[in-house]
Every structure is written in structure tokens, then in C-alpha cells.
């Protein structure tokens, strides 16, 4: 298993059974995570914690910002920033766009360690 010890991870998710499966997943890794329900309030974390969140996992569709607006205003300020976009719906031709950009990935939700560990792998 991937040690994920000093890495600090942005999980932003309006469903609380993926935050929780995120925390059960990553933070037995060593992981320190940051929460969020929708975009807004993750560019809002991640502005008071910019300069140590190095991955975000992020859903694509949640209310009041989404996803994609997020991860642009967020690329905008950090853009070497790691971001994973998760979803339960097949990838769109506007993730199929952005998963072209460096440190960008999809996954399927749900999702475990192993996906994760695969990505940050392609990542380094």
C-alpha cells in the first residue's frame, strides 16, 4: 500500500458516503485530507490551504460550483496542482478534454486506494 504520509489531500464531494470513503481509504495511508460538499467551498479550502494540498480528488457534478469550475479557478492559482475528477457517470467529452492537460485524471467512483496509487503513479 501507498504511503500517502505529508501529502494533504483536497476531497471535494456533495455525497457524504464518498467523503467517508475517501477518509477510510487515504487516511489509513497516512493522508491528512481536507473536506469540501461542493466546489465552492473547496476553492475556498483550498485557498487557506494552498501551499500544502498537492492532490484533489473532486467530483464533477455538485451544487453551486462544479467540478470543472472549480478546478479552473484552482489551476488558475496553483497549476501544477495534482487533480483527480471522480464520477459515476461515463467521461464526458469536456473530461476527455481536460484529462489531456498535465496531472489531470478521471476515475469511476466508487474508487479505492489502488486507483488512486495507479494515478499518482502515472502522475510522477
Keep these: 500500500m501507498q504511503d500517502f504520509t505529508n501529502r494533504v489531500i483536497l476531497v471535494m464531494d456533495d455525497e457524504p458516503i464518498m467523503r467517508d470513503l475517501a477518509e477510510g481509504i487515504l487516511e489509513p495511508c497516512g493522508a491528512q485530507l481536507v473536506f469540501a460538499c461542493n466546489g465552492k467551498e473547496g476553492l475556498d479550502a483550498f485557498m487557506q490551504h494552498q501551499n500544502q494540498v498537492d492532490l484533489i480528488i473532486s ?66
Excluded at 72 to 87: D, G, L, M, Q, T
Excluded at 97 to 109: C, D, G, S, T, Y
Design 59 to 124: 467530483d464533477v457534478i455538485m451544487p453551486e460550483m462544479d467540478g470543472v469550475q472549480a478546478f479552473r479557478k484552482i489551476r488558475e492559482i496553483k497549476p501544477e496542482v495534482k487533480y483527480i475528477f471522480a464520477s459515476g457517470f461515463s467521461e464526458s467529452s469536456v473530461m476527455s478534454e481536460l484529462r489531456q492537460l498535465p496531472n489531470v485524471a478521471f476515475i469511476e467512483k466508487p474508487y479505492g486506494v489502488e486507483d488512486i496509487e495507479v494515478i499518482l503513479n502515472k502522475f510522477q
